[in-house]
């Protein structure tokens, strides 16, 4: 269980062991409302964090998804690139065959060009046997009829043409031979080049790759810390909701008791009036009788006490001298466009006094934001419960627990809290005061004004 919690099972506590002491349940009542208060704090900061932790948790999905993205395209583009290599692969193959193929052609280049250089030295040794040239005029002279002339003459063209031919054959099956052994290794060459940067390209997508996977990890073990920070965030407001039930059950318990004190004093209050009715019955016979026989009685007359309005007949009476600044219900402010006023402002000076404005318990005492100072009575009419605030006092008389009279002097007006003057803000609720104000009446309702 979190250490914050202990001060509230505490206050529980001392609850339960105050049962036989009325101004103690008024107290701890003012601690346990108190402590709600510090609990729903606690619970508006835990819930702040967990929505803080949801944006860090969404924040690192978010990255790791786009990651994961990043991924999914690395291997698209390695499966690509694998694809690349196979197919160059493929033409390194086709290439390594039509090398072989060329090479067969090559070795047949070859034979042909042997073949020929053997025809060609046979050639130039019979050149050289005959002194360097073949005399092709002597052949021709040397005819016997001019049929053997034309004859002779074809002859020798024949060889002279065979001659041209293989030489301008054996150059150019040369020059092939050179042209396709330079295309076929160049071909080779930037295949294998191709191959090798194709290779390097799949080396560094694996290794970005590996990054990535590396980093994913990285943001998901954070993910996962967040997770369980999350997790005892949501822990603790979960205790606390539980601890502000709980809170709230014994403010319910107390309030209840509060109301029950109330009942019963109204039902002493009734039976001290219906005695303090019987005996003024007897002394006012008792007066008939000695004047009778000449006595006389003289009663001191009353001490004038500060300003404050007469005490009506009935249940309720005005509980401050001075005008109505202020009705119950929306009204427009010059600091603000409109506000429901859930009460009625009188105004007068300060110290003016404050009544009660019926009989019943004093609840609450003290500061309550911008009510300033203020008085919480809780009341008993016919066993139906009420409560009165009286707020922005300069003075409190009362302590919380007292049981109070209509038309008792519990306080002083003042001009505590946010007020603009110095003036009394009256609520009147059925039931319970809540700050919500769901339980709050118009005063008028009730109160004579």
């Known amino acids: ?141 040397g005819a016997n009829s001019f049929s053997d002339f034309i004859d002779r003459y074809s002859a020798v063209s024949t060889l002279m043409e065979a001659d041209r031919d293989i030489m301008k054959q054996q150059n150019e099956d040369k020059e092939q031979l050179e042209v396709e052994k330079k295309l076929v290794e160049q071909k080779l060459r930037d295949q294998e080049k191709r191959k090798d940067e194709l290779t390097r390209l799949k080396v560094s997508l694996d290794s970005q790759k590996k990054e990535k996977a590396q980093l994913v990890n990285k943001l998901e073990a954070e993910q996962k810390k967040l997770g369980k920070e999350k997790k005892k965030l949501e822990k603790e407001y979960h205790e606390a909701h539980e601890v502000s039930k709980e809170v709230e059950q014994a403010i319910a318990a107390e309030e209840a008791r509060i109301a029950e004190l109330a009942r019963q004093a109204e039902i002493a209050r009734k039976k001290a009036e219906e005695e303090a009715r019987k005996k003024a019955a007897a002394a006012a016979a008792q007066k008939a009788s000695a004047s009778k026989t000449g006595g006389s009685s003289n009663s001191p007359a009353p001490t004038p006490t500060t300003p404050a309005p007469p005490v009506s007949n009935g249940d309720w009476t005005r509980p401050a001298a001075g005008y109505v600044s202020s009705e119950f219900g929306y009204r427009k402010l010059d600091f603000v466009d409109s506000t429901n006023h859930r009460g009625i402002d009188v105004a007068n000076s300060s110290g003016t006094p404050i009544l009660a404005a019926g009989h019943g318990v004093v609840q609450r005492t003290g500061v309550l934001g911008t009510y300033g100072n203020i008085i919480m009575i809780k009341h008993s009419v016919n066993g139906k419960i009420y409560t009165t605030l009286y707020a922005h006092l300069s003075s409190i008389n009362v302590s919380s627990g007292q049981v109070v009279s209509k038309g008792q002097v519990i306080g002083k007006m003042g001009n505590t809290g946010r007020s603009s003057g110095p003036h009394l803000h009256f609520e009147f609720h059925i039931g319970g005061w809540t700050a919500y104000g769901n339980s709050v009446v118009n005063p008028r309702s009730y109160v004579p004004f």
């Not at 099972?9 to 002491?21: M, R, S």
């Not at 606690?42 to 786009?66: A, G, H, Q, R, Y």
């Not at 046979?122 to 360097?132: C, K, N």
């Open 1 to 141: 269980m979190s250490k914050w919690m202990l001060p509230f099972l505490v206050a529980i506590l001392f609850l339960t062991t105050a049962i036989e002491n009325p101004s103690a349940f008024a107290s701890s009542l003012k601690d346990m409302q108190v402590e709600k208060q510090n609990i729903e704090k606690k619970k508006e900061d835990l819930n702040s964090d967990i929505k803080v932790k949801d944006s860090e948790i969404n924040k690192v999905e978010s990255k790791v998804e786009s990651i994961r993205s990043q991924i999914n395209e690395l291997t698209n583009k390695v499966n690509k690139t694998n694809t690349d290599i196979e197919r160059v692969e493929e033409e390194i193959a086709q290439t390594t065959r039509e090398i072989k193929k060329l090479q067969k052609s090559i070795a047949k280049l070859e034979k042909r060009i042997e073949e020929r250089d053997v025809v060609l030295r046979d050639r130039i040794r019979a050149m050289q046997v005959t002194g360097g040239q073949v005399n092709y005029l002597d052949v021709l002279l």
